[in-house]
């Protein structure tokens, strides 16, 4: 049974960092993809970023390009968000995802793609 639990959201002011982690049990980091989603009140989900093939591809929305960074630990089974320079635009729940299809690199933005999500951390970013 896969579980994923997020952690690590909270409220900051514009400008600021958030770390968010996603601690992964019964799941294996070694094909397929994992991910990063958010979702704001009244939108739909979207896709963050995501690293696939076992840590050797990561991909990023244009929006938080260099600003958010996705790394996993293959030892600690866990995949961590690092949020630098946060937007008020980026207020939303985030949810981490993950997935097994060997292909889902090329499709990593859809959302019905992935297996397995986590409840989701709120991250709110005042200006």
């Known amino acids: 049974q896969v579980e994923l639990v997020e952690s690590g959201g909270g409220s900051v002011q514009a400008g600021g960092s958030l770390r968010l982690s996603c601690a992964a049990s019964g799941y294996t980091f070694n094909s397929g993809c994992m991910a990063w989603f958010r979702q704001a009140p009244g939108k739909e989900r979207e896709g963050v970023a995501a690293i696939c093939s076992g840590g050797s591809s990561t991909y990023y929305a244009d929006s938080v390009k260099g600003r958010f960074t996705i790394s996993q630990d293959n030892a600690k089974n866990r995949l961590d968000l690092q949020m630098n320079n946060l937007k008020p635009e980026d207020t939303a729940m985030y949810f981490c995802?993950?997935?097994?299809?060997?292909?889902?690199?090329?499709?990593?933005?859809?959302?019905?793609?992935?297996?397995?999500w986590g409840q989701g951390t709120q991250v709110t970013v005042s200006s």
């Open positions: 995802a993950a997935g097994r299809w060997s292909y889902l690199w090329a499709r990593w933005t859809s959302a019905s793609n992935y297996d397995y």
